[in-house]
């Protein structure tokens, strides 16, 4: 009886070990997939940039009427091509340098210019003031956001204004916070 009793507690024990060591196992490969899920979102992202990046590089020329052949033909491709040199995908922030029908060309940082494709779904605002594509005047300082579009360009969802009042009362409470 003692021989029977030890035999099923010792069974017990194992059964608790292969349990906790299949549990363990379990939560290791959920550890490993979230890493794994993880690493590939970034790569993604990154991608998207990298491509983003390359599609403006390689449609610059049309976008600002240079040679059909781009400016430096297929010898830009020679020159290293370093991580910053990635170009804002999403977004600009810059002066407004040309005004089109469809679209308004912004120099942003770096001295590089920018296309920027505005269609009806464009918000533009100044302060809490939404406006229409007319009252947009070159030397206007902006704030572009959008998604790229396979030239190259930004199709811009917000354009944000700003005039120079925003720097001036910068860091001066207001007495009604969340009125203007």
Same mark, same amino acid.
Not at 46 to 74: C, T
């Given at each position: 009886?003692? +021989?029977?009793?030890?035999?099923?507690?010792?069974?017990?024990?194992?059964?608790?070990? +292969?349990?906790?060591?299949?549990?363990?196992?379990?939560?290791?490969?959920?550890?490993?997939?979230?890493?794994?899920?993880?690493?590939?979102?970034?790569?993604?992202?990154?991608?998207?940039?990298?491509?983003? #990046?390359?599609?403006?590089?390689? #449609?610059?020329?049309?976008?600002?009427?240079?040679?059909?052949?781009?400016?430096?033909?297929?010898?830009?491709?020679?020159?290293?091509?370093?991580?910053?040199?990635?170009?804002?995908?999403?977004?600009?922030?810059?002066?407004?340098?040309?005004?089109?029908?469809?679209?308004?060309?912004?120099?942003?940082?770096?001295? #590089?210019?920018?296309?920027?494709?505005?269609?009806?779904?464009?918000?533009? *605002?100044?302060?809490?003031?939404?406006? #229409?594509? *007319?009252?947009? *005047?070159?030397?206007?300082?902006?704030?572009?956001?959008?998604?790229?579009?396979?030239?190259?360009?930004?199709?811009?969802?917000?354009?944000?204004?700003?005039?120079?009042?925003?720097?001036?009362?910068?860091?001066?409470?207001?007495?009604?916070?969340?009125?203007?």
């Amino acid at each position: 009886m003692d +021989k029977d009793l030890n035999n099923n507690i010792i069974e017990k024990e194992n059964k608790e070990n +292969k349990q906790d060591i299949l549990k363990w196992v379990i939560i290791g490969l959920i550890g490993f997939s979230l890493i794994v899920l993880v690493f590939g979102a970034g790569i993604f992202v990154g991608e998207l940039k990298a491509r983003s #990046s390359y599609l403006w590089a390689e #449609s610059y020329h049309k976008n600002f009427a240079g040679p059909k052949e781009g400016f430096f033909g297929d010898n830009w491709r020679r020159f290293p091509f370093p991580g910053e040199d990635f170009v804002e995908n999403h977004g600009v922030f810059g002066e407004i340098i040309q005004i089109n029908e469809d679209s308004i060309i912004i120099r942003g940082g770096n001295n #590089s210019e920018r296309l920027v494709v505005v269609n009806g779904n464009t918000i533009i *605002q100044l302060g809490r003031e939404t406006l #229409s594509k *007319q009252n947009l *005047q070159v030397g206007e300082k902006v704030v572009i956001i959008g998604s790229p579009n396979e030239q190259g360009q930004i199709e811009a969802k917000l354009i944000r204004i700003f005039n120079g009042e925003e720097l001036i009362n910068k860091g001066k409470p207001s007495i009604f916070p969340f009125f203007k």
